[in-house]
């Protein structure tokens, strides 16, 4: 069936690093992929998504590119805030999936100033 | 636009104890999840509704578990018998449309079963 994996965290980084949280897919078809983010304490948020092959999604400074020929929905930002400490979850709505979003387990972001 | 609402955000029970769950979806959203989050994982889908008609359900929904969504609007996830190994976070998701259309997330309801 469809799954997402992503990077197993946590992930530790200094204030302005760059960084990336890899996130790889398995679906038939042709899947929407998204990124939602948790803060602490706050349910979650729809960070960015991405419909088809090769659409970028943005916000806030993240970034992440629809790879179909990689099955890959990366999340990139080129400088981190401490504000940016937060779980992010990679995720697919699939057509095997029906309308419900499938969910990677999450990784976890911590910033240090 | 106030946004999912979820009532209560916190729920200890006792095993064996029916609890029951609210969720206020947006107001023009006519599309209405319910997910499971347990610790260190991401969440699972339960169950969804369009308008007052619940039209899928996951494997995950026992038969202890029920789903209702009267007049399309607010729904409620009730669990009778609760166990254990229902401790999770019960999450409510609405969205306007189709299947690619954005679910906006409400705050959840911690559920802990003692």
């Known amino acids: 069936g469809d799954s997402v994996t992503q990077m197993e965290g946590p992930v530790t980084l200094s204030e302005e690093a760059f960084l990336t949280i890899n996130c790889t897919y398995t679906?038939?078809?042709?899947?929407?992929l998204f990124w939602y983010v948790q803060y602490p304490g706050e349910g979650l948020q729809l960070l960015l998504k991405a419909t088809k092959a090769d659409d970028k999604g943005s916000n806030k400074g993240f970034e992440a590119t629809y790879r179909k020929e990689t099955t890959s929905f990366h999340l990139e930002k080129g400088s981190v805030q401490v504000s940016d400490s937060a779980v992010y979850f990679c995720a697919l709505s699939g057509r095997q999936a029906g309308t419900a979003l499938i969910f990677g387990k999450g990784t976890t972001l911590s910033v240090s100033s | 636009d106030t946004g999912v609402s979820q009532n209560p955000r916190h729920k200890i029970t006792k095993r064996g104890q029916n609890v029951t769950f609210r969720c206020d979806p947006i107001s023009e959203h006519n599309r209405l999840y319910w997910y499971r989050q347990t610790l260190g994982q991401g969440p699972e889908f339960l169950t969804y509704f369009q308008n007052e008609a619940q039209l899928e359900k996951s494997r995950l929904l026992s038969d202890r578990f029920s789903a209702e969504r009267p007049k399309g609007s607010f729904s409620t996830l009730e669990i009778q018998r609760t166990e254990q190994g229902d401790s999770a976070m019960y999450l409510c998701?609405?969205?306007?449309?189709?299947?690619?259309?954005?679910?906006?997330f409400g705050p959840g309801t911690r559920l802990t079963v003692l």
């Open positions: 998701a609405s969205s306007l449309g189709p299947r690619t259309d954005t679910q906006y």
């Open positions: 679906a038939t078809g042709y899947p929407s």
